[in-house]
């Protein structure tokens, strides 16, 4: 499994005490922090646009705000998460129009910080081609709930239900995101769905899934 820190933050904060807790806050949950910019002059005078996504306040204190920053990430195709104290409807409606993934508003809870980066990233990733009963179908990585193969075929095993599609466990790992992780030889699981586990099996909704020991040291 690749690490989450392969997963790279910018945050654009003018507030010091905010700016640090961010930072602290994205590190501990398992991201890289790429760069912490208290202004949008500042951003775009360092940055490289190397980054996966922005935590941006909406009101920076030079003349670039928070909304011309997320005109600049959408030209580029990043992804960002708009930050505020301000809830006034006509700057609510000029940040939805940008389409940020979310809008927090501060003071704000460092669950909301974490739930809305999670759902960010996990709604990066393509959808993957399966077998389905009218031909071939549409999935999104997030559906999955984990695959096992049997032969040249593989379950796939999501909350809709079971599709049976030709290829290899190993083709089709290829395809998916890194919170995909296997846990024995036959199955790869969704780490996202895992609701309980111990040394020896893990809990994916009413499956059981036992963890081989050469792969104990990656769940």
């Known amino acids: 499994m690749k690490s989450k820190t392969k997963l790279s933050v910018v945050i654009l904060e ?65 992804p960002f998460i708009f930050l505020t104290a301000n809830q006034d409807k006509f700057t609510l409606k000029k940040a939805a129009a940008l389409k940020p993934k979310s809008y927090i508003g501060k003071p704000f809870k460092d669950l909301d910080v974490e739930a809305a980066l999670e759902i960010l990233f996990l709604n990066q990733h393509p959808k993957i081609g399966v077998n389905g009963s009218f031909g071939i179908k549409e ?10 193969t049997d032969k040249n075929y593989l379950d796939i095993v999501t909350q809709e239900g079971t599709f049976h599609h030709r290829s290899t466990l190993k083709d089709i790992t290829q395809l998916l995101p890194d919170f995909f992780i296997q846990v024995n030889r036959f199955t790869i699981v969704n780490s996202y769905f895992i609701e309980q586990r111990n040394a020896s099996q893990i809990k994916i909704a009413e499956y059981v899934i036992p963890i081989s020991r050469n792969y104990r040291g990656v769940v």
């Open 139 to 148: 999935i999104a990585p997030s559906e999955i709930l984990f695959i096992k």
């Open 14 to 78: 003018d507030e010091f005490f905010v700016a640090s807790h961010l930072k602290g806050l994205v590190h501990s949950l398992g991201y890289n922090v790429h760069g912490l910019f208290k202004s949008g002059e500042e951003f775009l005078q360092e940055t490289d646009w190397s980054f996966d996504a922005a935590l941006v306040d909406v009101f920076l204190s030079k003349k670039l705000s928070g909304l011309d920053i997320g005109k600049l990430l959408n030209e580029k195709k990043k």
